[in-house]
């Protein structure tokens, strides 16, 4: 089978959910972007932009070039139009990137260092599929941030993009 329609697949179902959770984060007031409530990354602000920064670490490993954030929690983006903007451009980055992966490569070894500087090899395939795995996971937390500032944050669910892929 060849992995690459599937991970296309992915691809843009990130880039629909993302503009669904950002469609509803724009909604919220400046003060309740960056509120710590007490998540993992603290803020709405925090989160998006780890999911940015850890989408420009492994693109970085992924392509051997391109921007490299020094810590996980870097806020990239300090207002919520700038990391908007820069998410609908890394999201577009990740289509391309998909796009131009030649399908042996699937299969192949990914070497990379941590932050930390520790040497890693993994399957470039189980790589891919953590990158998007990172973003459902932190966009749950995001959603639910949203959500309790008492707006309606939109079903992302992957099923809900097949069945509409707009």
Not at 94 to 120: C, E, N, Q
Not at 145 to 166: C, E, H, K, M
Request: proline fraction near 5%; hydrophobic fraction near 40%; charge should be negative.
């Amino acid at each position: 089978m060849d992995p690459k329609p599937h991970f296309e697949t992915l691809a843009r179902y990130n880039r629909w959910a993302n503009r669904r959770l950002y469609e509803a984060a724009a909604s919220l007031s400046d003060a309740q972007f960056r509120e710590d409530r007490g998540a993992f990354f603290g803020s709405l602000r925090g989160t998006l932009n780890h999911i940015l920064v850890a989408d420009r670490v492994w693109l970085e490993r992924i392509e051997g070039y391109g921007p490299k954030p020094s810590s996980l929690d870097e806020i990239l983006h300090d207002d919520f139009a700038g990391l908007r903007a820069a998410r609908e451009a890394e999201d577009e980055r990740l289509l391309r990137v998909v796009a131009s992966i030649p399908v042996d490569r699937f299969d192949s070894t990914l070497s990379y260092r941590s932050m930390a500087g520790t040497s890693h090899e993994l399957p470039f395939g189980q790589i891919l599929t953590h990158v998007f795995n990172h973003q459902t996971h932190h966009r749950g937390q995001a959603h639910t941030l949203v959500s309790q500032f008492g707006l309606d944050a939109p079903s992302v669910d992957f099923v809900y993009f097949l069945l509409n892929p707009q």
